[in-house]
T-cell receptor, first 115, second 116 residues
């Protein structure tokens, strides 16, 4: 089946540290890949996306590259800030047999950045 | 632009009671989704509407859950009767379309349900 596996959390870093959150996927077909972020008390927001192999998604200093050969979409940021503290979800999107588009999420990784 | 609205934000009920959640999507968004997010897990799609028709309800426990989207705008999700394992955050999301090109799903703040 289609699934997403994320790095177990929680992750705690100091401000300006380098961040990597690993994400791998299993899918039939050619999914689009996403990172969503959920700040405390808020709804999920799309952080970045990539729709085909070797695409790089980027936003707010975060980056992730769609690696088909390793079925991965790892999230990285060179220098984290306290305001990046949130839960991060990796997700894939596939068009179903019925023609609808469906998001499948990983379990989420909680990031805490200390000053 | 107003975001996706949901109410109530929190609800506590006893098992075997019924409960309903309401969602108002972003104006003009034809597609509406309900997700269930159990603590420590990612959101799981329960049902997807295109206008007021159901596109996908394959993961909706139909013996106790029901949803409707009248007039292709607001939607309600109902649980009757509730079980302890229904304790979760129920998220509503909307998007412009869901075909071919991916359009971003915009999520509401969610309703946190506790079943005791």
């Amino acid at each position: 089946g289609n699934s997403v596996t994320q790095m177990e959390g929680p992750v705690t870093l100091s401000e300006e540290a380098f961040l990597t959150i690993n994400c791998t996927y299993t899918a039939t077909g050619y999914p689009s890949l996403f990172w969503y972020v959920q700040y405390p008390g808020e709804g999920l927001q799309l952080l970045l996306k990539a729709t085909k192999a070797d695409d790089k998604g980027s936003n707010k200093g975060f980056e992730a590259t769609y690696r088909k050969e390793t079925t991965s979409f790892h999230l990285e940021k060179g220098s984290v800030q306290v305001s990046d503290s949130a839960v991060y979800f990796c997700a894939l999107s596939l068009v179903t047999q019925g023609g609808s588009e469906k998001l499948v999420f990983g379990k989420g990784t909680k990031l805490t950045v200390n000053p | 632009e107003a975001g996706v609205a949901q109410s109530p934000r929190y609800k506590i009920i006893e098992k075997r009671q019924s409960v309903a959640f309401w969602c108002n999507p972003i104006s003009g968004h034809a597609t509406l989704y309900w997700y269930q997010q159990i603590l420590g897990q990612g959101p799981k799609l329960l049902i997807q509407f295109q206008n007021n028709g159901v596109v996908d309800d394959s993961q909706l426990p139909k013996d106790r859950f029901s949803a409707e989207r009248l007039k292709g705008v607001d939607s309600t999700l109902k649980i009757q009767p509730a079980k302890l394992e229904d304790s979760a955050v129920y998220l509503c999301a909307s998007s412009l379309v869901d075909r071919a090109l991916y359009y971003e799903q915009y999520f509401g703040p969610g309703t946190r349900l506790t079943v005791t």
